[in-house]
């Protein structure tokens, strides 16, 4: 019998915000992480190059990020699933990370997380950042190794701006009280969807559309770009 892996692909975590006064979603890899995750299961995996190679050409948006992200997770087929322990202890955060989102959460801003990488790691991010809300793809797993297929809608960009929108909407927000930060071509859609979409050490097809941008790897370098921030 092939099981999904046991994540969910979105989960909400009630913490008790009284009220909500914004949205802030971030991408992952690139942006909340300074890694990206599947060219760190790429080196598991012995294709490393081969992978990297491609995720850079998705993140400038040279391939098709679905058809690439299938073809990279193809690559994956055999790696147990205690993989993930191993990726997750050499992920580095983004400079201040923790502060950032802590000082969000105290002005009643909601934080959630939509990635192109995978539920196993960025559940354990939420977990760990008490984060409210996330969206990741998911991987198929058969007597517990990596199949080399995906399990649900993948999170592409389109889904990236729908999520951002379903969120809002469920949070009743205004537009002007959304945030999206993220780095890469898949995050363009919903960079423009935000109130305020921020460009965050992001590739230079991202910069020449978006107009704010940090290209330090430091998240507190973000705030005085939040309008709206009292």
Avoid at 95 to 108: D, H, M, P, V, Y
Wanted: hydrophobic share 45%.
């Amino acid at each position: 019998m092939i099981l999904s892996y046991d994540f969910w692909a979105v989960y909400k975590r009630g913490e008790g915000m009284t009220q909500v006064m914004g949205l802030c979603v971030m991408d992952v890899d690139g942006t909340l992480i300074a890694e990206e995750v599947i060219d760190l299961l790429g080196k598991e995996a012995g294709c490393e190059e081969e992978i990297s190679q491609v995720t850079s050409q998705a993140m400038r948006g040279e391939l098709d990020f679905e058809t690439s992200l299938r073809a990279r997770v193809a690559l994956l087929k055999g790696l147990p699933v205690s993989v993930f322990d191993t990726v997750f202890k050499s992920i580095h955060l983004s400079k201040n990370a923790q502060e950032f989102i802590s000082i969000l959460q105290k002005k009643g801003i909601l934080v959630g997380l939509v990635s192109g990488g995978f539920a196993p790691i960025v559940e354990r991010l939420a977990e760990s950042l008490g984060i409210s809300y996330f969206s990741a793809n998911q991987l198929e797993v058969k007597d517990g190794f990596l199949t080399g297929k995906l399990v649900g809608e993948i999170v592409t960009g389109q889904v990236k701006q729908d999520t951002l929108e379903k969120w809002k909407k469920e949070l009743k927000l205004p537009k002007e009280r959304t945030i999206a930060i993220g780095d890469g071509a898949n995050d363009l859609l919903m960079l423009k969807s935000a109130g305020r979409g921020i460009a965050f050490c992001a590739k230079e097809v991202v910069k020449s559309e978006i107009a704010c941008h940090v290209d330090t790897r430091e998240l507190l370098e973000v705030l005085p770009l939040i309008d709206f921030l009292e």
